[in-house]
């Protein structure tokens, strides 16, 4: 690949030289061999235009709004019934490891990294959804509550953060790692947007005290309580969140 | 940076090579949704710090082909109207040329595609091409020539695109 010059040019070293890849010395090189072989230098220029033109037709594709999101969820209740054959599998098998583990404290850490990234990206990919934020709305509340609960198996509520500025935009079911989520996705007046997003915990009595994490830009307050693990998700300073946490808490532990 | 926030960052990316892949916006974001939902659920699997980019496109890849082998089977797919409708109107040249490059790119094997669009519109290094189509980095050299020298022909060359697209 570094023959000192003149001779003919590999192949592989014109396509580094369309790409960039090619060390200075080299490219200099290549230049020269160019200069001086007309139809190899038309050649090469054609594919330099091409990876333009790829550019410029496709680029625009970078700035596009996110994809039609609702998809995923459509298809994965499809996948819902061998989705319950594995879940059913796995909770046959973690129930025993959980029972072996238990005391041990073994897998808690990694399950609650887990549970908070589910959380983060759920809220990620769902909050910039201009169309489909929801699969449910807010104007069908007890519908939504209803289906959810029916779903997740355990009896949700849906806090009301109006005192707080923000509003009810509705909620989507999701998969999850152990069985089907929720998500409750919340908006203020300047279109912020919170997500609630809880999963069933398999411990019926546990409780644990608010914990937190930060995924890039968005918070995670985390925390379990009775049947259920509660994450709230949010692009706010964590005093903001937290004060949002703790009024979701209260609301469903009056 | 987070996690999620990682993942998310190469969305726009995904999206747009997935496009260039498939000619069809339908069959892009599906492919993007499958690709986002496997690396989410197997995402315990991607070691911290290795390439996470060059890990998102070989699922992308995977499912790219194990979906084209179905389909296959079945037969093809009619490219929309609105497939490759633009988020800006475009000026003339441009959509002439986006008209005609889409054309070609159609016209390339699959493999010689991914090379040409892993390289150059997604600026993948050679070595994490071939790491991502599962290829020997001399087979990314030949799929990339053969696959550019093809282009230059349709393109550039004196068949015309839309010649060779009746005969096909």
């Known amino acids: 690949m570094t023959e000192p010059q003149k001779g003919p040019i590999p192949e592989a070293d014109l396509h580094a030289y369309v790409d960039g890849f090619l060390p200075e010395a080299r490219r200099v090189e290549v230049e020269h061999h160019l200069a001086a072989n007309p139809h190899e230098a038309e050649r090469v220029r054609t594919y330099l235009k091409l990876n333009e033109a790829l550019h410029t037709v496709f680029d625009p594709v970078l700035d596009e709004p996110g994809p039609r999101q609702t998809r995923i969820l459509e298809r994965g209740r499809a996948r819902t019934a061998v989705r319950y054959a594995a879940v059913i599998a796995g909770l046959i098998a973690s129930g025993v490891i959980g029972w072996v583990a238990r005391g041990l404290d073994i897998n808690t850490a990694s399950q609650d990294e887990d549970f908070v990234r589910r959380a983060a990206m759920a809220h990620t990919v769902y909050t910039p959804e201009v169309r489909h934020p929801v699969e449910v709305g807010a104007d069908q509340e007890q519908h939504l509550v209803n289906w959810l609960s029916k779903r997740l198996g355990s009896e949700l509520r849906v806090p009301h953060l109006s005192q707080l500025g923000y509003d009810l935009v509705g909620g989507r079911l999701l998969p999850g790692e152990q069985g089907p989520v929720a998500q409750f996705m919340y908006q203020d007046g300047k279109g912020q947007r919170l997500t609630l997003y809880l999963r069933t915990s398999g411990e019926t009595n546990e409780e644990t005290s608010f914990r937190y994490d930060r995924q890039g830009k968005v918070g995670v307050f985390f925390w379990i309580d009775g049947p259920l693990g509660y994450a709230l998700t949010g692009e706010l300073s964590k005093p903001d969140l937290l004060r949002v946490a703790k009024a979701i808490y209260q609301q469903l532990n009056p | ?168």
Do not use: C
């Open chain 2, 1 to 168: 940076m987070g996690k999620a926030e990682e993942i998310t960052a190469y969305i726009p990316r995904l999206r747009r090579y997935a496009r260039a892949l498939t000619g069809n916006r339908d069959a892009a974001d599906d492919l993007v949704q499958d690709t986002l939902e496997r690396a989410w659920s197997r995402f315990h699997l991607w070691r911290h710090g290795s390439n996470l980019r060059a890990w998102l496109f070989t699922i992308m890849h995977n499912l790219f082909i194990n979906d084209t082998r179905t389909r296959n089977r079945e037969s093809g797919f009619a490219p929309e109207e609105e497939a490759f409708a633009l988020p800006v109107s475009p000026a003339h040249d441009a959509l002439v040329e986006l008209r005609e490059l889409d054309a070609a790119l159609r016209q390339l094997p699959d493999e010689q595609r991914e090379v040409v669009l892993l390289v150059g519109l997604e600026q993948m290094s050679y070595g994490d091409a071939a790491r991502v189509l599962g290829i020997p980095p001399g087979t990314v050299m030949s799929r990339l020539s053969r696959g550019r020298e093809r282009l230059r022909n349709l393109m550039y060359g004196k068949a015309s695109v839309s010649q060779l697209k009746v005969v096909k």
